[in-house]
């Protein structure tokens, strides 16, 4: 499991090239940026080295901890996973090729893909602060575009970037990924209705191209949530003085809301359900929202079974557990 806060050597990075820059233009430039995303609109917002950098000051601890917990869900499920190359779809700064490689030491080649050539000159400069990263292969151009000279990777990730497209394009995009995915594909969206009907559009097209679902669902059936509950989770990280400054905020955490799929090509047995909402806890049981491979379940583990209430005590949002414990 890795941690939800940024690598030591991107921390040093960002700090090094985060002097002399204004945190109150940088807030004025985040805010500017977080609308556009807001209001349907895409990195084009991000044209100058300071518009990358506030992005990447607002959005990447946040961003970090959605991926990293997403990639902790998935080695769950599949611990001898171990892939050797890694191709990062709208790469931006580098937010989910970091992750990646905290998760997988088998990781040796890394292949980043963007459009945007603010967020690729900072993704670059970042790297270089890496040992193991600075030799990363990061090609500008619209994804789908750029994919299409890319070799396949054991690892396909693509995270806060399907939200940028029309329903065209994400299906174009979609089977473009899954064709350059030799193993495992990963995809993150905000943790929204709307992030979550991306992901569920996406979940079904490719399990209609043979995909298996690895995480979070324990089944590839139709997701059984309706409006208005859908599926997302929830990663807390710490904030750092320059993170409250840009986004005006006090609190020294940051809870972020995400959703996410993880698809594979051959499928994975874990008999497994998942935990869909914080869990009640009390002096005479355990009450548990799961989504288990037949469906939704409440689960109500009595404390008089100490053993496992022991363990149901201890289950948390998003978490993997076994059918037998319920």
Avoid at 280 to 291: F, P, R
């Amino acid at each position: 499991m890795i941690t939800p806060d940024l690598p030591a050597e991107l921390k040093a990075a960002l700090d090094a090239k985060l002097q002399g820059l204004s945190r109150a233009e940088a807030a004025t430039r985040a805010a500017v940026i977080s609308k556009t995303y807001r209001d349907g609109g895409n990195s084009g917002a991000i044209a100058t080295e300071t518009d990358a950098l506030a992005y990447a000051l607002a959005r990447m601890p946040a961003t970090y901890a959605a991926v990293t917990a997403s990639l902790n869900a998935l080695t769950e499920i599949a611990p001898d996973f171990a892939p050797q190359s890694l191709l990062d779809v709208g790469a931006g700064p580098g937010t989910a090729t970091w992750a990646a490689g905290e998760a997988f030491s088998s990781l040796t080649g890394f292949t980043l893909v963007d459009a945007n050539s603010a967020l690729r000159a900072l993704a670059l400069d970042l790297l270089t602060g890496s040992a193991r990263l600075r030799d990363c292969q990061y090609q500008r151009g619209e994804a789908r575009v750029a994919l299409a000279d890319r070799q396949a990777a054991d690892l396909v990730m693509a995270s806060y970037v399907i939200g940028e497209l029309n329903e065209t394009e994400r299906e174009a995009l979609t089977d473009a990924m899954w064709a350059k995915t030799r193993d495992t594909l990963l995809v993150v969206e905000p943790g929204t209705p709307a992030g979550y009907s991306r992901i569920i559009a996406l979940r079904e097209q490719l399990i209609a191209s043979g995909a298996h679902v690895a995480a979070p669902c324990p089944h590839n059936d139709k997701c059984p949530l309706r409006p208005p509950d859908w599926c997302h989770f929830i990663q807390r990280l710490p904030r750092s003085r320059a993170h409250k400054q840009v986004k005006g905020a006090e609190l020294p955490f940051e809870d972020e809301k995400f959703s996410y799929v993880a698809l594979t090509r051959a499928p994975i047995s874990s008999p497994h359900a998942r935990v869909l909402a914080q869990p009640d806890v009390n002096k005479v049981e355990v009450v548990a929202k799961l989504c288990t491979p037949t469906g939704l379940a409440i689960a109500k583990v009595p404390r008089r079974n100490k053993a496992d209430y022991a363990r149901a005590r201890r289950w948390r949002w998003g978490d993997a557990v076994e059918e037998s414990t319920r």
